[in-house]
């Protein structure tokens, strides 16, 4: 304790290596298991499609061609043709875009106010405990897809009524997390050091509680963007959605179904899968965005 | 040792290897253990954290997890070979033949489910018992760990039961069955004092009244001093000495041994005597204590209110007693003085330490610091107070009061930040090299993250944290609690050569009187949120006064041979 050296070239040189460690835990988690690298494969496709896919596509995902209706899967049209001649596949790969952008607006917004709610909820309890707890309850009381349907069709058919509605419905849950993680943790030893430190109680659940809830949470959002997409599909499906001619997986699905008993099938079944894929992607990446914002992981 | 061919032990255990496979590669936890118990002895296994003392017990029972396994070496018991056998047996052997007692008796036992049950299924599942006779001898079990009114206890949840009544079920259980060996893992760590020396002294007595063996295996060389016939010191998976108790104390082969004796806190004249003797600091400067008091504390209460809700206040029975757990005390400490706090669990030294912090608000009393009234400031807003940095606090548990996302170097700069109100990035990293210099934290740790430092160098940070803004009240909660002996002893000195160097005043909280007496000049000891007793460390120690502190002090397990050791090491001191 009297041996009180500065060492400048060490500490430097570990302070730069912040960036590195974070890479090579990174990489840990990515070539530690195989699912995970191919979560984190499916979800890097699905972002260049979705930003670059419109400029990508052989044909006009609008453009109808009438005498080239209900073409099956060829070499021109990898997907087939729909009813009105468009290419399957040109509008499978632009309503990538449209599809993210809804489900990640949604579950973002309700992550932020959900999470906001809970943790406010769960660190001063009290009143507003009480009262976020029995609207969340009221919410969840109704059958959470009827209550999108309803929300949509009493505000309007628009993109950002889609996503508010599929925000609101999801929003149960990231509160309910967010409320538990927040209250085993109030009276942690951490929280009462940092009382010691003289932080304020707003920056306590700001900056020392809510970062520690983040593993639970990004489990909850990648299982909740799946079933986000699904449910923006699903209004569209039913046609309380994004309307035609539009390209959105869901539409799709619901033009392309009433082909299937007349064997076209290819109109329905490629968007589907499209769907699926989507789906399946978020979920498999629900653990390993745990693994990678958890530090005890780290080594 | 004493073992001879015609009388073939009970265990034993030839080159047992035992591996874990981690991240990092294999981790050898175990290499090559040799151990054997006869029949009716008592064994102790002692070492520090990671020395491989519970994976030897572990493996025995071949209840390691799924990265560990057996590599190499033999385990047999009474002549069967447990090191291959098939889980089908294992099962059948463990509660019949071995039984063991681990650490949390609250975490051994099915919070769901009625203790007296839980021994019956025991007696059930090694058909000890049919199933209209087992409650009978559950109860017979009960009565025979001295559980009062057994019959009522049978029904009791572990919930309702207290840590040591807890411990008593778990010992139930495992010798419901008589078994011919018994593994306590740390059977008394996290109970009081004279919690510890009841189950132990139950232990002792049913083990030699049913001829049974014990595998003894704890970090505390007291308690296997007392109570072992033999020790066997290990060290990182090694077996480093192994000898009878006697043997053990008065003449120590391996220089860890020696080390590990002379950091118990028993047999030390002063502080600087728990470190190695070749790690020789320079005595501390006399003490310094101010006339005036620094912190004045008068008729401090706290209280809860009644169990009970809604529904019994309307019914009218409003009238219940609110729970005392800080009952009246007045102290009071002065510059450059330390005071020790000593009582166990319950007795409201940790809801005073936290009151005296500002934590937490009082019912009602007075908490007078340099002059100035503390209580007037509610305790959800003295964070702004600027008397903030001159009261600190070093926490119990050192993993679990750093933010398990921050590094130390932030964890340390976040009083600079918040209480100093400093800025500048290069002048905080400068403060916080200077601080971990201070406390001994060797700079490449200061950018790890809390579960990649070990107990004491977490301690260390916790200490840095605490002391950034120059505290002069420092309080200390059972800051080596969670550490072990030798980590303690460089803690401890740590602790007592910032406070010559900045004239602190230390409040030390602690449950050791034998810490306490080696840190502290003044000791208070609470029961039941009052003081029963306070003065002079030393006086309090060798003359105690009140009947309580002497029930304390004569439960702390200190061998007659400890003693020898420490009185010979007196001589050759002075």
Redesign the interface.
Known sequence: MTDAVYTPQLAGAKRSSAWSRGLAHFRYVMTSNPVTFLAFALLAGMIVIALFGPMLVPHDPLATISDKALKPPSAEHWFGTDQLGRDVFSRVIVATRLDLLISVSAVALSFFVGAAMGACAGYWGGWFDKLSGRLLDTIMAFPLFVLAMGIVAAAGNTIQNIVIATAIINLPFYARVARAEVSIRRHAGYVQAARLSGNSELRILIMKIMPNTLPPMMVQLSLNMGWAILNAAGLSFIGLGVRPPTAEWGIMVAEGANYIVSGEWWLALFPGAALMLAVFTFNLLGDSLRDLVDPQRRT | MSTTLHNPPLLAVRDLCVEFAT??GTVNAVRSVNLQVAKGETLGIVGESGSGKSVTSYAVMRILDRAGRIAAGRIEFGGMRLHDADEPMMSDLRGREISMIFQNPRAALNPIRPVGKQIEDVLIRHAQATRDRAKEKAIEALAKVRIRDPEARYHAYPFELSGGMCQRVVIAIALACKPQLLIADEPTTGLDVTTQKAVMELVRELTRSEGMSTLLITHDLGLAGEYCDRIIVMEKGAVVEQQDTRGLFAAPAHPYTRRLIRSTPHAARNIRDLLPEDLRLPPLPPLQVGAEPLLEVKDLVREYAPPGGLLQRLRGRGDAQPFRAVDGISFSIARGESVGLVGESGCGKSTTSAMV?R?LDATSGSIRFKGRELTTVPS?RF??SPL??E???V???PH???????TAAQ?IA??LL??EGMTDAAAI??RV??LA????LP??L??R?P??LSGGQKARV?IA??IATKPELLILDEPTAALDVSVQAVVLN?LA?LKAEFGMSYLFVSHDLEVVRLLCDRVIVMRAGRIVEEGPSARVLSDPQAEYTRELLSAIPRPAHLAGHAAANRAVST
Do not use: C, I, T, Y
């Open positions: 991240r990092k912090m934590l959800g964070a702004g903030r940095r009261l600190q606090m926490f119990q548990d679990e009061s750093l933010n398990p996302r921050s964890s976040d009083p918040r209480l990293r400068d090299e200077a210099a201070q406390v001994g700079l490449e200061l950018d993250l579960h990649q916790g944290r605490a740590l050569d």
